[in-house]
Protein backbone atom coordinates (compact mmCIF):
# COMPACT_ATOMS: atom_id res chain seq x y z
CA UNK A 1 0.00 0.00 0.00
CA UNK A 2 1.37 3.24 -0.74
CA UNK A 3 2.34 6.11 1.85
CA UNK A 4 -0.28 8.67 0.33
CA UNK A 5 -3.20 8.21 -2.26
CA UNK A 6 -5.09 9.72 -4.33
CA UNK A 7 -7.44 9.31 -7.14
CA UNK A 8 -5.58 9.87 -10.35
CA UNK A 9 -8.77 11.24 -12.24
CA UNK A 10 -8.84 13.30 -14.48
CA UNK A 11 -12.05 14.74 -13.12
CA UNK A 12 -13.60 16.66 -15.70
CA UNK A 13 -15.14 19.50 -14.33
CA UNK A 14 -17.67 22.07 -15.71
CA UNK A 15 -17.00 25.59 -15.61
CA UNK A 16 -18.52 27.02 -12.15
CA UNK A 17 -19.32 24.11 -10.83
CA UNK A 18 -17.60 22.73 -7.61
CA UNK A 19 -15.16 19.23 -7.22
CA UNK A 20 -13.81 17.70 -4.59
CA UNK A 21 -11.67 14.99 -4.04
CA UNK A 22 -9.43 13.03 -1.04
CA UNK A 23 -6.27 12.25 -0.58
CA UNK A 24 -5.87 9.50 1.99
CA UNK A 25 -2.32 8.68 4.30
CA UNK A 26 -1.30 5.22 5.60
CA UNK A 27 0.90 6.58 8.61
CA UNK A 28 -0.95 7.96 12.01
CA UNK A 29 2.01 9.55 13.06
CA UNK A 30 1.76 12.33 9.74
CA UNK A 31 1.88 15.69 11.18
CA UNK A 32 2.04 17.97 8.37
CA UNK A 33 -0.06 18.06 5.04
CA UNK A 34 -0.01 20.16 2.05
CA UNK A 35 -1.76 20.43 -1.24
CA UNK A 36 0.14 21.67 -4.53
CA UNK A 37 -0.69 22.15 -7.92
CA UNK A 38 1.42 21.17 -10.67
CA UNK A 39 0.71 22.13 -14.12
CA UNK A 40 1.78 20.25 -17.24
CA UNK A 41 5.33 20.34 -18.14
CA UNK A 42 6.06 22.78 -14.64
CA UNK A 43 7.14 22.75 -10.86
CA UNK A 44 4.46 22.05 -7.83
CA UNK A 45 3.46 25.26 -6.17
CA UNK A 46 1.76 25.66 -2.90
CA UNK A 47 -1.90 25.56 -2.78
CA UNK A 48 -2.60 25.35 0.50
CA UNK A 49 -1.49 24.00 3.80
CA UNK A 50 -4.08 22.01 5.76
CA UNK A 51 -4.69 22.81 9.24
CA UNK A 52 -6.29 20.17 11.93
CA UNK A 53 -9.63 23.06 12.34
CA UNK A 54 -9.99 23.12 8.20
CA UNK A 55 -8.86 26.11 6.48
CA UNK A 56 -10.12 27.70 3.35
CA UNK A 57 -8.85 30.10 0.98
CA UNK A 58 -11.02 32.09 -1.54
CA UNK A 59 -12.64 28.73 -3.86
CA UNK A 60 -10.50 26.64 -1.91
CA UNK A 61 -11.03 24.91 0.97
CA UNK A 62 -9.03 22.17 2.47
CA UNK A 63 -9.89 19.77 5.32
CA UNK A 64 -8.25 16.94 8.13
CA UNK A 65 -9.79 14.27 8.98
CA UNK A 66 -7.09 12.55 11.32
CA UNK A 67 -9.40 9.23 12.77
CA UNK A 68 -10.11 8.28 9.26
CA UNK A 69 -6.67 9.47 7.96
CA UNK A 70 -7.35 11.41 4.94
CA UNK A 71 -7.57 15.48 3.51
CA UNK A 72 -9.74 16.94 1.42
CA UNK A 73 -9.61 19.42 -1.28
CA UNK A 74 -12.64 21.35 -2.28
CA UNK A 75 -12.70 24.04 -5.35
CA UNK A 76 -15.55 26.13 -5.38
CA UNK A 77 -16.91 27.76 -9.12
CA UNK A 78 -13.70 26.33 -10.49
CA UNK A 79 -11.95 28.19 -13.51
CA UNK A 80 -10.33 26.67 -16.43
CA UNK A 81 -6.77 28.19 -14.82
CA UNK A 82 -8.14 25.18 -11.98
CA UNK A 83 -6.74 22.72 -14.62
CA UNK A 84 -3.34 21.17 -13.57
CA UNK A 85 -2.82 18.05 -11.05
CA UNK A 86 -3.23 18.38 -7.72
CA UNK A 87 -0.54 16.81 -5.21
CA UNK A 88 -1.37 15.69 -1.58
CA UNK A 89 2.04 16.21 0.86
CA UNK A 90 2.61 14.35 3.48
CA UNK A 91 4.87 14.03 6.49
CA UNK A 92 5.71 12.64 9.78
CA UNK A 93 7.85 13.68 12.22
CA UNK A 94 10.66 10.55 11.83
CA UNK A 95 11.33 12.55 8.12
CA UNK A 96 12.38 15.25 9.40
CA UNK A 97 11.62 17.83 6.19
CA UNK A 98 11.36 14.74 4.07
CA UNK A 99 7.63 14.74 1.94
CA UNK A 100 5.79 11.82 0.54
CA UNK A 101 3.62 12.95 -2.33
CA UNK A 102 0.84 11.47 -3.73
CA UNK A 103 0.19 10.31 -7.39
CA UNK A 104 -1.42 13.18 -7.66
CA UNK A 105 -4.84 14.06 -9.20
CA UNK A 106 -5.89 15.25 -12.33
CA UNK A 107 -8.87 18.12 -12.64
CA UNK A 108 -10.15 19.52 -16.00
CA UNK A 109 -12.20 22.02 -15.95
CA UNK A 110 -14.12 22.72 -19.33
CA UNK A 111 -15.83 25.58 -20.93
CA UNK B 1 10.26 37.02 -2.45
CA UNK B 2 9.70 33.05 -2.50
CA UNK B 3 11.79 32.24 -5.69
CA UNK B 4 13.54 30.03 -6.44
CA UNK B 5 15.42 29.77 -9.67
CA UNK B 6 17.03 27.06 -11.25
CA UNK B 7 19.85 26.66 -14.26
CA UNK B 8 19.90 25.51 -17.43
CA UNK B 9 15.86 25.91 -17.84
CA UNK B 10 16.81 22.79 -20.19
CA UNK B 11 20.15 20.33 -20.70
CA UNK B 12 20.39 17.46 -23.22
CA UNK B 13 23.67 15.73 -22.69
CA UNK B 14 25.30 12.13 -24.10
CA UNK B 15 26.58 9.69 -21.63
CA UNK B 16 30.26 10.70 -21.35
CA UNK B 17 29.23 14.43 -20.25
CA UNK B 18 29.89 15.76 -16.96
CA UNK B 19 27.53 19.07 -16.48
CA UNK B 20 25.75 20.58 -13.67
CA UNK B 21 22.93 21.75 -12.39
CA UNK B 22 22.33 25.09 -10.58
CA UNK B 23 19.73 26.23 -7.84
CA UNK B 24 19.80 29.30 -5.92
CA UNK B 25 17.19 30.98 -3.60
CA UNK B 26 17.76 34.29 -1.48
CA UNK B 27 14.67 33.59 0.90
CA UNK B 28 17.36 32.76 3.50
CA UNK B 29 16.25 28.96 3.84
CA UNK B 30 18.73 26.57 5.38
CA UNK B 31 17.36 23.37 3.80
CA UNK B 32 17.32 22.71 0.23
CA UNK B 33 16.32 19.79 -1.92
CA UNK B 34 17.42 18.15 -5.30
CA UNK B 35 13.89 16.08 -6.27
CA UNK B 36 14.12 14.05 -9.90
CA UNK B 37 10.43 13.85 -11.52
CA UNK B 38 9.90 11.80 -14.06
CA UNK B 39 6.61 12.18 -16.81
CA UNK B 40 2.90 11.47 -15.10
CA UNK B 41 4.75 10.58 -11.25
CA UNK B 42 5.41 12.86 -8.39
CA UNK B 43 8.73 13.94 -7.46
CA UNK B 44 11.20 11.63 -5.69
CA UNK B 45 13.75 13.50 -3.11
CA UNK B 46 17.38 12.42 -4.33
CA UNK B 47 19.47 14.66 -1.15
CA UNK B 48 18.25 17.23 1.57
CA UNK B 49 20.79 19.76 2.99
CA UNK B 50 20.30 21.21 5.84
CA UNK B 51 22.83 24.20 7.05
CA UNK B 52 24.91 23.49 3.86
CA UNK B 53 25.21 20.02 4.96
CA UNK B 54 24.40 16.46 3.49
CA UNK B 55 21.59 15.28 5.75
CA UNK B 56 19.81 12.95 3.17
CA UNK B 57 20.76 10.68 0.39
CA UNK B 58 18.10 8.64 -1.21
CA UNK B 59 20.06 5.97 -2.17
CA UNK B 60 21.03 7.91 -5.22
CA UNK B 61 23.74 6.44 -7.77
CA UNK B 62 26.81 8.30 -7.50
CA UNK B 63 26.48 9.41 -11.08
CA UNK B 64 25.04 12.43 -9.06
CA UNK B 65 26.82 14.46 -6.82
CA UNK B 66 25.75 17.23 -4.75
CA UNK B 67 27.35 20.16 -3.36
CA UNK B 68 25.90 22.92 -1.16
CA UNK B 69 28.91 26.02 -1.70
CA UNK B 70 26.83 28.06 0.91
CA UNK B 71 23.44 29.12 2.20
CA UNK B 72 21.53 30.04 -1.49
CA UNK B 73 23.47 27.76 -3.67
CA UNK B 74 22.83 24.16 -4.22
CA UNK B 75 24.52 22.52 -7.45
CA UNK B 76 24.01 18.50 -8.59
CA UNK B 77 26.76 17.85 -10.57
CA UNK B 78 26.04 14.75 -13.28
CA UNK B 79 28.44 12.54 -14.72
CA UNK B 80 28.42 9.57 -16.69
CA UNK B 81 24.37 9.64 -17.00
CA UNK B 82 22.16 6.99 -18.37
CA UNK B 83 18.94 7.39 -20.86
CA UNK B 84 16.85 6.72 -18.30
CA UNK B 85 17.73 9.34 -16.20
CA UNK B 86 15.98 11.57 -18.25
CA UNK B 87 13.73 13.56 -16.16
CA UNK B 88 12.79 16.99 -14.31
CA UNK B 89 14.93 17.88 -11.81
CA UNK B 90 13.27 20.18 -9.22
CA UNK B 91 15.32 22.31 -6.64
CA UNK B 92 13.30 23.24 -3.35
CA UNK B 93 14.31 24.75 -0.49
CA UNK B 94 12.67 25.59 3.12
CA UNK B 95 12.90 26.62 6.77
CA UNK B 96 14.54 24.23 9.02
CA UNK B 97 12.51 23.34 11.73
CA UNK B 98 14.11 24.69 15.11
CA UNK B 99 15.55 22.87 17.39
CA UNK B 100 13.41 19.88 18.30
CA UNK B 101 10.21 21.35 16.57
CA UNK B 102 8.41 18.61 14.68
CA UNK B 103 6.37 20.47 12.25
CA UNK B 104 7.73 20.09 8.40
CA UNK B 105 8.08 23.66 7.03
CA UNK B 106 6.81 24.42 3.67
CA UNK B 107 8.42 23.89 0.61
CA UNK B 108 9.32 26.12 -2.57
CA UNK B 109 10.29 24.47 -5.75
CA UNK B 110 12.50 26.30 -8.35
CA UNK B 111 10.63 25.47 -12.03
CA UNK B 112 13.05 22.63 -12.93
CA UNK B 113 16.03 21.58 -15.40
CA UNK B 114 14.35 19.67 -18.28
CA UNK B 115 17.36 16.98 -18.65
CA UNK B 116 17.74 14.53 -21.78
CA UNK B 117 20.49 12.08 -21.96
CA UNK B 118 20.96 10.50 -25.12
Known amino acids: RKEVEQDPGPFNVPEGATVAFNCTYSNSASQSFFWYRQDCRKEPKLLMSVYSSGNEDGRFTAQLNRASQYISLLIRDSKLSDSATYLC????????????FGGGTRVLVKP | DTEVTQTPKHLVMGMTNKKSLKCEQH?????MYWYKQKAKKPPELMFV???????INESVPSRFSPECPNSSLLNLHLHALQPEDSALYLCASSQVPSGGASVTDTQYFGPGTRLTVL
Open chain 2, 27 to 31: MGHRA
Open chain 1, 89 to 100: VVSHKAAGNKLT
Open chain 2, 49 to 55: YSYEKLS
